[in-house]
Every structure is written in C-alpha cells, then in structure tokens.
C-alpha cells in the first residue's frame, strides 16, 4: 500500500487534491481511496486529508499515521503542524514553496522536494489555487499518476476553459518536478 498525507487549510483545496489523487490512481487501474479529516473548522483552519493506493481492495478507513508521502500546501503550517510525523524514510515530502529544499526547515530523512504550486496557479487559472498544480507535481516526483489520467480526471472535474488552465497548471507543475 501506499499512502499519502495532505496538509493544508480550509479553503485550499485539500480534499478536492485528495479526489482528484485518488480518481487518478483509479485511472490507473490500483484501488484507491480518499478520505478528508476535518470537523466545523472555519476556512484557513489547518485541515488534513488522505489517499490510499493498492493493488488490493483497501479495508482500512483511519487516518494515515505512516505516510510514503506527504504534501503541504502552505508552509505556515510547519510552525504548528508536525508535518514529518510518521513520514517514511524513503518517503517524499513535497511542499508547496519557492524556497530550495534545503532551506525548508523540517526534521526528516524523507526526500525534500518544493514546488512553487501557488506561483504556478497564479499563471495559470490567475488565482491561488494550487491543488491541481501539486497534482501534476506529486505526478511528476513519484511517477505513480500518468500525465494522461492527469488530464482525464481534471478535464471530468472541471469543464471548459477551467479544465484546460487546470491541465495547464497540472503540465506546468509536473514538468518542472519531473525535470
């Protein structure tokens, strides 16, 4: 199995990344699932969500404690989020920022890899909303996803212009990962 953690805040995107993650995996032809954390938290509240990835039916439905991959969407969160908690050691760590990986300050054996998804966003869609760029970017630094169920997903979920700058944005986001 593997699994990933996103950190984010309401209002971000987190559990549509989460969808969008685990429609793709489907695509894919893996059993997937996604599953949002959060209660009555008020937008910009730290929010958390889930996805699984197997090759067999997934049963368990708790939070993921032991994740292969975590992604942060706003880095404000590192100061009161222990965003490395149970990350694997193998595992990835993929923040949304314009600072170099070394520079993000997190106490983790997990490859560090940063992406500046918002800036990506803003170019693309012309708004802030970096859950389809950090799609392409987890695409592009695990190479579990296909640019093809990529497009596929994103094109379902948004229709017109919309899903053709959120294409755009996924492309941008995974060229530059991948690269």
Known sequence: MYAIRIHGRGGQGTVTLAQLLAQAGHEEGIWTQ?????GVERRGAPV???????????????????????????TSLLEYVDVTEGLEDDGIL???TDADPAAVDVDTDADVITV???????ENLGRPIMNTALLGAFAGATD???TGS????????????VGRKNVAATTDAYTEVHA
Do not use: M, W
Request: glycine residues 2%.
């Open 34 to 38: 996604a599953t949002p954390s959060f």
């Open 48 to 74: 958390e969500a889930y996805v699984r990835y197997s090759d067999e039916k997934i049963t368990e439905r708790s939070h993921v404690e032991q994740p292969d991959c975590v992604i942060v969407q706003d």
């Open 94 to 96: 993929l923040v949304n």
């Open 116 to 122: 500046d998804a918002t800036e990506i966003a803003l």
């Open 144 to 146: 579990k996803l296909s």
């Open 150 to 161: 990529l497009e596929s997903v994103i094109t379902r979920k948004f229709a017109g212009e």
